[in-house]
């Protein structure tokens, strides 16, 4: 048992601190700003107001916080690709008219808008990475995980459009893919001009109309069931994301 005049080793914490999650909180605002080449760990440290050591303590080293950085920041997101279980999937016929597929488009889109929009950097700051060079240990780290989210939404659309008989079968569902991740992630790495012009600002309610103009779009083009009036009540402020 410890007292007040025990030494810890340096660079462990003290008690339930909260040094991981600042550590978290400040690795996301300065790698979205300046790039992972472009910040140290001194930096991100000081930034969050501890100790350099703890990063190691943590984290290992500045990749493994990048890459538990980004892993934090999109985890709801992938925990909706993963309930990719169409409710009616084991039905002969599935009831079409209480299978939720577009109030579960809407959460799915919602959970992006909550865990980026807050953080406008960070989408522009994935971008440029997948855009650079493969070799880095940056473009491994982003690769890596949004390989596993392009499998998770293959799988997500599989079992909630395919297998379910929501889509024509005239629809390629790798284009369908496209075409969903198109509409979800542009509006956040798109230049401010075009965004400013569309008439959206990234708040909770300017995101909220995007999930439901989006979803809309979808419903009708791959004529889904039309989604409660419930699907599109804000939850949990956007903002409460920051």
């Given amino acids: 048992m410890t ?4 030494v810890r080793p340096p660079g462990h914490p003290s008690g339930d601190s909260d040094a991981r999650q600042r550590l978290i909180d400040a690795a996301r605002r ?3 700003r300046h790039g992972f080449e472009g ?3 001194r930096a991100v440290a000081t930034d969050a107001g501890v100790d350099a050591a703890l ?6 080293n500045k990749a493994g916080l990048f890459e538990q950085m980004l ?4 985890a709801p997101v992938r925990e909706r690709l993963r309930d990719s279980r169409h409710p009616q999937l084991n039905s002969h016929l599935p009831d079409h008219d209480h299978c939720q597929v577009t109030e579960r488009l809407a959460a799915l889109m919602r959970s992006y808008y909550q865990a980026m929009a807050p953080n406008p950097e960070l989408p522009r700051l994935i971008q440029r990475v997948l855009h650079g060079d493969p070799g880095s240990e940056s473009y491994q780290i982003v690769h890596r995980l949004f390989e596993g989210m392009l499998a998770q939404s293959h799988q997500w659309i599989q079992n909630m459009l395919v297998q379910a008989g929501h889509l024509p079968s005239d629809l390629d569902p790798r284009l369908v893919r496209l ?9 956040l ?5 075009v965004v400013q012009a569309s008439g959206l600002a990234l708040d909770t309610e300017h995101m909220e109309r ?8 979808l419903q009708r083009a791959l004529q889904l069931p039309a989604a409660s009036p419930a699907a599109f009540q804000v939850k949990e402020s956007l903002d409460a994301h920051s």
């Fill in 3 to 6: 007292d007040a005049h025990t």
């Fill in 30 to 32: 300065l790698f979205s």
């Fill in 39 to 41: 910040i140290s760990t």
């Fill in 55 to 60: 990063i190691r303590y943590y984290f290992g």
């Fill in 71 to 74: 892993l934090e920041t999109l």
């Fill in 179 to 187: 075409s969903f991740l198109s509409l979800m992630a542009f509006p």
């Fill in 189 to 193: 790495v798109a230049p401010p001009m």
């Fill in 210 to 217: 995007l999930v439901q103009h989006n979803v809309t779009i």
